[in-house]
């Protein structure tokens, strides 16, 4: 059974840093690429950043562009998503994915229950 499991969100004041961890199990780590999405309510999910199996390649919306990064722990089959300089447009329910094939906008393979972040004063 696969499992996905998102945390480390909440609430953050404008300017502000969070770090999102996504502990994976059911599945060889190694052979997944691993990504974020988010989506904000009344809108569609959107891709946010995506690492490939060994870290050696990243890609991001160019939203987030030098203000987010993702990273990857194999040894304990975790991905993390380092968000600082948040905005309020960055609130969103941030939700982890895995994929064996796909990359960027076309990963989706398994999904994470998602964990809310908000940015707001």
């Known amino acids: 059974q696969v499992q996905l499991v998102e945390s480390g969100g909440g609430l953050v004041q404008p300017g502000g840093s969070l770090r999102l961890s996504c502990a994976a199990s059911?599945?060889?780590?190694?052979?997944?690429?691993m990504g974020w999405f988010r989506q904000a309510p009344g809108k569609e999910r959107e891709f946010v950043a995506a690492i490939s199996w060994s870290g050696g390649s990243t890609t991001y919306v160019d939203s987030v562009k030098g203000r987010f990064t993702i990273s990857r722990d194999n040894a304990k089959n975790t991905v993390y998503l380092q968000m600082n300089s948040l905005k309020p447009e960055d609130t969103a329910v941030y939700y982890c994915?895995?994929?064996?094939?796909?990359?960027?906008?076309?990963?989706?393979?398994?999904w994470g229950q998602g964990t809310q972040v908000t940015v707001s004063s």
């Open positions: 059911g599945i060889s780590f190694r052979s997944y690429a």
């Open positions: 994915t895995a994929d064996p094939t796909g990359w960027g906008r076309t990963m989706g393979r398994y």
